[in-house]
């Protein structure tokens, strides 16, 4: 599984319910796609992605099926998850309790 650096990090802060006992998957097919990391029990997506995601028209597309299926896609920048990881998982946390 060739994850990215940023992956690497947050999926160490994210695994074994380390977020409020919310238990995440990674690398998980719904719909036809491949998504980063999932809680199903929550029905959340997160994507990590790299400058070549800026505005993709293909990620509408991708989000807009998920939530089809019920799920919710959030989306943080490489860099955010790398400079900025506990800002990231608060983001992480408050989507989880809402």
Known sequence: M???DAETVLWNRIRNRQID???????????????DFVCREKR?????DGG?????????????????????????????VLGNTEGVLLTIQSELRE
């Open 21 to 35: 006992g919310y238990k995440f998957v990674r690398q998980y097919p719904i719909a036809g796609y491949i998504c």
């Open 52 to 80: 070549q995601h800026n505005e993709s028209a293909a990620d509408a597309i991708r989000d807009h099926r998920l939530s089809e299926e019920g799920y919710k896609v959030i989306r943080f920048w490489n860099n955010d």
């Open 44 to 48: 959340l997506v997160i994507e990590v």
């Open 2 to 4: 060739n994850q990215t």
